[in-house]
């Protein structure tokens, strides 16, 4: 089963946290361009805002015209701070989950086993809500197509599980637009042949796809109409990395502390580097302070380190080191190895 991550109005809500004076107004995040004081199209805006029709890609000048003045805040996006909070919300999805990727600044798609991807979703939402506040939409599918539009019809703060049965009749019954990877023009072909739902695509020869769409996309919306969603993480790379994160109990700067949740970890993505046989160069330590940033202090080792050699002494430099140069108490802890090795036969040394 698939889980795609999407979380709601991202910029505008992230600003509605950081302000708390604009809570109930309207928020338009705005990208000025600097021509003119108002020069610029709109990144994004709240549901209130949406109400009165302004949406992503607008000009500025004509959101103006549609918000009531008293009511609505301007605010120019701040691009840096959402990458840190994506970054976070980051490392707690990869806490929950081991096949992940991340598809946007605000976006992720995640693999999990059958019986278990609906929990995972669940503790993803509710994690993210209570580490950073912030509300999200996730769908859970067969197909990651499904689990895509599963999180879009659930919006916001939505959370929609769908089996096969379920996932068909949604996705065939949608309205062509509605598909991720449909966009206005191959719609607007698609209504020119007769198709207005997906399962209208069906009537369409399979000759015509291609001949209108080329090769490729004409094949995927055959199968589309059709009902064979697509499968796989699609981006999904061969792991480079392997990390744990964890929640200390209190935000601390009590080395001890820090190092009894580092080595429980430790052990943790040990087992996975055991399990793969991997053997790893490069270890790194993950640091959340309160204010939500996230650091990486990381040491390189001249040749290969198996899973259990011992690196407390490493570990702890690490930690000592961050210690020294950061005066915020952290909040979360990770661990994270790299730059792997495959230990291909000598697997008997351990
Ligand atoms: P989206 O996920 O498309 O939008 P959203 O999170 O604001 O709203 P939704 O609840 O519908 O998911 O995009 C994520 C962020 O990317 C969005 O907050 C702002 C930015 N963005 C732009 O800057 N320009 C754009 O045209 C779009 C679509 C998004
Ligand atoms: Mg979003």
Not at 117 to 122: F, P, R
């Amino acid at each position: 089963m698939y889980i795609h991550i999407d979380m709601d109005y991202f910029f505008a809500q992230i600003e509605e946290k950081r302000h708390p004076m604009a809570k109930g107004k309207i928020i338009v995040v705005c990208v000025y361009s600097g021509r003119t004081q108002d020069s610029g199209v709109v990144s994004t805006v709240n549901y209130l805002g949406r109400r009165f029709g302004i949406h992503s890609g607008m000009p500025i000048m004509q959101a103006k015209k549609l918000a009531p003045p008293a009511d609505t805040v301007f605010l120019p996006v701040d691009k840096e701070y959402y990458a840190q909070i994506s970054g976070y919300i980051d490392t707690v999805i990869r806490s929950h989950c081991k096949k992940v990727v991340q598809a946007s600044i605000d976006e992720w798609n995640c693999a999990d086993e059958d019986d278990k991807a609906a929990e995972t979703g669940e503790r993803i939402k509710e994690s993210i809500k209570k580490e950073t506040g912030l509300v999200c939409s996730i769908g859970v599918s067969p197909s990651l197509l499904g689990a895509k539009m599963a999180a879009s019809k659930s919006k916001p703060d939505g959370f929609l599980v769908l089996d096969k049965s379920q996932e068909h009749e949604m996705i065939s019954g949608s309205d062509i637009e509605k598909v991720p990877g449909i966009g206005g023009k191959t719609a607007e072909a698609l209504r020119a042949l007769g198709a207005n739902l997906v399962k209208h695509i069906a009537k369409i020869s399979p000759v015509v796809l291609v001949e209108t769409f080329g090769r490729k996309s004409g094949a995927w919306l055959n199968g589309l109409g059709k009902g064979e969603y697509d499968g796989g993480l699609g981006e999904e790379k061969e792991q480079v990395e392997v990390s744990r994160i964890g929640t200390l109990k209190e935000k601390t700067r009590d080395p001890y502390m820090i190092m009894g949740k580092l080595d429980e970890l430790e052990s943790e993505a040990k087992e996975w580097l055991m399990g793969m046989k991997k053997s790893y160069k490069t270890v790194g330590i993950i640091f959340v302070t309160e204010n939500l940033k996230t650091h990486t202090k990381s040491f390189s080792f001249r040749n290969p380190k198996g899973w259990n050699e011992d690196i407390s002494k490493e570990k702890k430099a690490l930690v000592d080191e961050f210690l020294a140069e950061n005066p915020l108490e952290i909040r979360r802890v990770g661990i994270r190895f790299g730059n792997f090795m495959d230990l291909g036969g000598q697997t008997t040394l351990f």
